[in-house]
């Protein structure tokens, strides 16, 4: 019997089973290039089928993942040895970045487990907020203080920030889906959702396809990029847009309201609520600046995964979190899978050489430029392509390798230089859309900023972010000698 409430569905639900399957088929059937094994062709097809899966979602992308590398494996696409391809199909579950990022999800549980989060966030309100535009700046430094410890801007910023920032429009009259709304809380939620995406660059923990890409990375070119230098080497860019955005907007999107008395107040109420700090957030405190330091100057001596690992474990130890929230916390489960998987499906492309035919095949088109125009022209055209992602983490699995391999070929820059010019772009180009990174459909259905004002706002700080990037980073990159 069907049930009539699903019908609607169905057809959708169907388009995105299809559009996998037809884009596998119609790359299997065309031409083998030359230079390209059979197999490698047919591996790049079901690459490019679960990245349309990824990007459709016919089932949940871990699990559009997971078939896939079991479909590779099954098929022997990558390894004709039994053996061989079930041993590549498992790797990505033993590599350190990906539970690296695992354990940071465990981080932003204990945030939200113990309060820790939401506390930071009210008494910056509390201090920063008397102002409209200082609010802004406060909700800014909040997410930077949270930015190390949360790899899901999602989580972050959708899961922590928003619920706060939400409550404060409503304050000064300002509703959603009204007139209203441009009194404060459209200003406040696109600054918001901006800066949030310049400190998933800053930190390497701080977006979740950062760590994918540095596996892309040690994979390309053999080097490994410490949590130290990817900060330092993206600080300058940072600290700038971040300065820079929340005033920027207050300038061409202004808030109708200037000063914000009411949002101190409340947070100090809040904060009355909460009460005095208790044993496990100031636990949870000194195990995330214990991780922090390990981080950056222990790594010649524990693995930075390690250390992650340790501190999770410490959590548990000293009921921070309980056992029974880490093995039910489906979200950091599930990332462990979508990365895990991402990263081998990541290596066929590699392992089969198809990375190194693309590579060769492109680079001649770009060998004339002079190596500033080349960095320009690639990076550029890698940003500029996340209007047809509406994931960076999708993103990321589908390009990064291909135009890193592209990048190795163009002098000018040494593999590191060009590791990161690609790598830091991956958060600053989630502003270019309204579906361009995971949290911003949720600022997006709030109600307070327009299609048209999203897009508009989207195009212009694309090109201000960029610009900025560019204009920063290559001579930074040089004078650091990476």
Known sequence: MTVPSDSPQRPASIVRFAIPIVIALAIAVSPIPQGLTPEAWYYFALFAAVIAGIITEPVPAAAVGLAGVTLAATLGLVHADPGASASWALSGFANTTVWLIFAAYMFALGYAKTGLGRRIALQLIERLGGRTLGLAYAITLADVVLGPFTPSITARSGGIIYPLIRNIPELYGSKPNDPSARKIGSYLLYTTTSTTLITGSLFITALAPNALALEFIVKGTGLQISWWDWFRGFAPVGVTLLAITPLLLYKIYPPLIKEAPEAPRWAAAELQVMGRISRNEITLLMLVSVALALWIGAAEYIEPAMAAVLVTI??????????????????????????????????????????????????????????????????????????????????????FPVFLGIALTIPGASPKQWALLLAYSLGLMGI???????????????????????????????????????????????????
Do not use: C
């Open 314 to 399: 410490l959590m548990v130890f000293l009921r921070v979190v309980p056992w029974s929230d880490v093995i039910g916390y489906a979200p950091a489960w599930n990332v462990l899978i979508w990365f895990a998987t991402l990263v081998t499906l990541a290596s066929g492309l590699v392992e089969t050489r198809f990375v190194a035919w693309l590579a060769t095949a492109i680079a001649p088109v770009l060998s004339g430029f002079s190596p500033y125009v080349g960095i320009v022209v690639l990076v550029g055209v890698f940003y500029v392509l996340h209007y047809f992602f509406a994931s960076i983490t999708a993103h990321t699995a589908a390009l």
């Open 432 to 482: 270019l859309t309204p579906y361009g990174g995971g949290h911003q459909a949720i600022y997006y259905g709030s109600g307070f900023i327009p299609t048209k004002d999203y897009w508009v706002l989207g195009f212009i700080l694309g090109v201000v972010y960029f610009v900025v990037y560019i204009a920063i980073i290559i001579p930074w990159l040089g004078w650091l000698n990476f």
